[in-house]
């Protein structure tokens, strides 16, 4: 498994602290992000997952607690939208350039508007998907959410 992503070389040119982590990826997991926890031994609210959506049909990116779900009407709101859905898979793979389970908020092909569940910037640390399955990097949720232009928001 290659280290350097194009999630990686974007955190390293934000200049962002970072580290990199792997595990067993499990392709049948029910949950990804809940699976990743487990498998690294990690809260899973310090597990953050990234999921594609579309607020008035314009694609977003959300990133919260793998324990957690989003609420759309929130999510909605917090982007100033009417309504929100999430983006099938297909679509997802062709907006960030990533594969469904190595989704990173990082370095997609297009830079949508990302919001982050404020509960995940009370963490020191946080875990997120590092652009390819199995793959996660460790960072500072602000430090994120910053690289991302990230608006903080309750989506849950």
């Known amino acids: 498994m290659s280290k350097t992503t194009r999630a990686t070389q974007a955190l390293q040119g934000a200049g962002i602290a970072f580290s990199v982590h792997s595990y067993d990826y499990d392709p049948n997991a029910e949950r990804i992000g809940l699976q990743a926890a487990e498998a690294m031994g990690a809260d899973p609210a310090s597990v953050l997952k990234t999921l594609m959506v579309l607020v008035d049909n314009k694609p977003a990116c959300v990133i ?7 609420n759309l009407k929130k999510l909605a709101s917090a982007l100033g939208g009417k309504s929100a859905q999430m983006m099938k898979p297909a679509d997802a793979e062709r907006i960030t350039g990533y594969h469904v389970g190595g989704i990173s908020p990082f370095g997609q092909k297009k830079r949508v508007p990302t919001v982050i569940e404020q509960s995940a910037l009370e963490h020191t640390s946080v875990f997120i998907n ?3 399955r199995g ?3 460790r960072l500072n949720p602000r430090d994120a959410a910053s690289a991302l232009d990230a608006k903080a928001a309750a989506l849950v």
């Open 135 to 137: 793959l996660q990097v």
């Open 64 to 70: 919260l607690p793998s324990d957690q779900e989003v």
């Open 130 to 132: 590092g652009g390819q």
